[in-house]
T-cell receptor, first 113, second 114 residues
Framework: RKEVEQDPGPFNVPEGATVAFNCTYS??????FFWYRQDCRKEPKLLMS???SGNEDGRFTAQLNRASQYISLLIRDSKLSDSATYLC??????????????FGKGTKLSVKP | DGGITQSPKYLFRKEGQNVTLSCEQNLNHDAMYWYRQDPGQGLRLIYYSQIVNDFQKGDIAEGYSVSREKKESFPLTVTSAQKNPTAFYLCASSIRQLSNQPQHFGDGTRLSIL
């Protein structure tokens, strides 16, 4: 099982739709989780951290399910500007680079008018 | 403005040549990182540094070298030993090298072979 796994998509949705992405991680000892957004040919930017109790930031909601080892990102009322690749990020708890982050390959979202 | 600055934005390397990518941050962050991203792939960690004058190999350090002489600066050299250097290189920093700290990225350097 890959350390961090995401459906690459693309998810093609109309403006105003609600869309959800899941991400699974392999190490049950992982403690920190993030969602980043990456626009085409740009650097990743932190979208939100994911807390155990779940958290919301405007139209974005992140959830953590430790039992099933997945995190999710829900986007409500999609905007054209939400089109990007969403990276799931989990902390590394093994080996010499503990404390560093492991990045998923990303899920591509395309919001159409 | 506080942030991370990478330069150059585009870089071309001739065969057998070493090239150095610059990364500077004014966020007063202790930890700095270098990643490589290939098309359709996730970020892979090349090197990281928790503190000045200290750095550690990441998952794909072969063919690369770094230095950390100043807190603000973490340059990456792509040596001639790196046979497939074409990629998008991203520098990041975080307050400390702790797993609950998010990392913030510079806008990257695209390296290609001539």
């Amino acid at each position: 099982r890959k350390e961090v796994e995401q459906d690459p998509g693309p998810f093609n949705v109309p403006e105003g739709a609600t869309v959800a992405f899941n991400c699974t991680y392999s190490n049950s000892a992982s403690q920190s989780f993030f969602w980043y957004r990456q626009d085409c040919r740009k650097e990743p930017k932190l979208l939100m951290s994911v807390y155990s109790s779940g958290n919301e930031d405007g139209r974005f909601t992140a959830q953590l399910n430790r039992a099933s080892q997945y995190i999710s990102l829900l986007i409500r009322d999609s905007k054209l500007s939400d089109s990007a690749t969403y990276l799931c990020v989990v902390n590394n708890v093994r080996g010499g680079s503990q404390g560093n982050l492991i990045f998923g390959k990303g899920t591509k979202l395309s919001v159409k008018p | 403005d506080g942030g991370i600055t990478q330069s150059p934005k585009y870089l071309f390397r001739k065969e057998g040549q070493n090239v150095t990518l610059s990364c500077e941050q004014n966020l007063n962050h202790d930890a700095m990182y270098w990643y490589r991203q290939d098309p359709g792939q996730g970020l892979r960690l090349i090197y990281y540094s928790q503190i000045v004058n200290d750095f550690q190999k990441g998952d794909i350090a072969e063919g690369y070298s770094v230095s950390r002489e100043k807190k603000e600066s973490f340059p990456l050299t792509v040596t001639s030993a790196q046979k497939n250097p074409t990629a998008f290189y991203l520098c990041a920093s975080s307050i400390r090298q702790l797993s609950n700290q998010p990392q913030h990225f510079g806008d990257g350097t695209r390296l290609s072979i001539l």
